[in-house]
Each structure stands twice: as C-alpha cells, then as structure tokens.
T-cell receptor, first 112, second 116 residues
Framework: GDSVTQMEGPVTLSEEAFLTINCTYTATGYPSLFWYVQYPGEGLQLLLKATKADDKGSNKGFEATYRKETTSFHLEKGSVQVSDSAVYFCALRGSNDYKLSFGAGTTVTVRA | GAVVSQHPSRVICKSGTSVKIECRSLDFQATTMFWYRQFPKKSLMLMATSNEGSKATYEQGVEKDKFLINHASLTLSTLTVTSAHPEDSSFYIC????????????FGPGTRLLVL
C-alpha cells in the first residue's frame, strides 16, 4: 500500500538557518504529494503540493520538488523564522484514491 | 481557507463511558468528512470516511461498533467512542471536504481524549 516516510525530529534551528525535512514515498502510479503544517493549538493546514513529477510546490518561502526518480518530496526553506516553529507532515494521495497517507510528522523549533 | 471546528478540544472520561466528539464545517458544506487518530510521535491514521446522509466507510482494523460515526448534515459529523478504555486515549482529528474539491481537505484542531 501507499506509505510516506519522513525524517524524525525534533529539529531545532536558529533563526535564518536553512531547513530541510526529508520525505520519501512508496506508491503505485502517480500520486499527488503534499506538505501540511500544524501550528501549536491549530489544525493541519496545507502548506504546498505538487501533482506530477518535476513539479515544484512553493508557499511562504518553503519549497518542495516532486522527484519521481528518487520518490522524494523534500521540504526546504532558506531562512527560517521563529514563526515557522510547527509540526510538518508529508502526505500523499494515490492516483486512484481520495485518501491521504501521512508521514509521522517532524517537529521544528526555531530559536531567536 | 475554510474553517473546521471540533468540540470539545479535550475530554477526560472514566473507563466504560461513551464520549462524543463533534466536527463542524463553519463556512462551507462538507459532503465528506474524515476522522483520523494520531498517536504520540506517529502519523495520522485514517479511521473512517463519512459522506453526508450515508453510512461511514471504516478502514481495516477500525471497530465500527466501537467508533460510531454519524454525518447527519452537511456541516456536522460526530464520532462517538463507546465504552471507552484507556487504550482509546489519543488525539482525534477530523477533516472536511466540499463537493468537487478533490483532494483538498480542511482540518479541525483536534480533540485530546484521555480515558482513566
């Protein structure tokens, strides 16, 4: 079945540092890939998505590129802020399904 | 984005009692609602999918009689944990999708359940 594996946290960074969260997936066909973010006390929010190979999703300074050859969708941000402290989830939706499969989440803490 | 609320945000109950969790879409009609369970440091696990006016579809391994789901209107779905046990303690999250939204879902803030 479909599955998502993302790097374990927690990750602690200083402001303006570079952030990478690795995500790899296993799926048949051509899944859509997503990054969700969960800020403290709030529900998950869609951060960005990519629906086909080589697509790059971007939002709020975050980027992720759909790499079919490496089955990866790594999340990156060049200069993080304290407000980026949150839990980040990688997810996929199978090509023949509406369900989302999530990774375990990575907690990111950015210190001033 | 659209707003989904959950009530209560946290609940503590005694073993053997039943607990109802509400999920509401506040500014759109949710034709489909999803219920997830999240264990500490684990991913969200889809428990069931409910479409308005029809029976919920449960994922493999989820007990239908244990986790009762009702989606009686286009803005409300409820999850009732019946005869709760300490192992049911978890974080329950709902999400909702409007008609024709494909993969787009909006998530509620979650409900923390502790069964003593």
């Amino acid at each position: 079945g479909d599955s998502v594996t993302q790097m374990e946290g927690p990750v602690t960074l200083s402001e303006e540092a570079f952030l990478t969260i690795n995500c790899t997936y296993t799926a048949t066909g051509y899944p859509s890939l997503f990054w969700y973010v969960q800020y403290p006390g709030e529900g998950l929010q869609l951060l960005l998505k990519a629906t086909k190979a080589d697509d790059k999703g971007s939002n709020k300074g975050f980027e992720a590129t759909y790499r079919k050859e490496t089955t990866s969708f790594h999340l990156e941000k060049g200069s993080v802020q304290v407000s980026d402290s949150a839990v980040y989830f990688c997810a996929l939706r199978g090509s023949n399904d509406y369900k989302l499969s999530f990774g375990a989440g990575t907690t990111v803490t950015v210190r001033a | 984005g659209a707003v989904v609320s959950q009530h209560p945000s946290r609940v503590i109950c005694k073993s053997g009692t039943s607990v109802k969790i509400e999920c509401r879409s506040l500014d759109f009609q949710a034709t489909t609602m999803f219920w997830y369970r999240q264990f500490p440091k684990k991913s969200l696990m889809l428990m069931a999918t409910s479409n308005e006016g029809s029976k919920a579809t449960y994922e493999q391994g989820v007990e239908k009689d244990k986790f009762l789901i009702n989606h009686a209107s286009l803005t409300l779905s409820t999850l009732t944990v019946t005869s709760a046990h300490p192992e049911d303690s978890s974080f329950y999250i709902c999400s909702a999708r409007g008609r024709g939204w494909q993969e787009t879902q909006y998530f509620g803030p979650g409900t923390r359940l502790l069964v003593l």
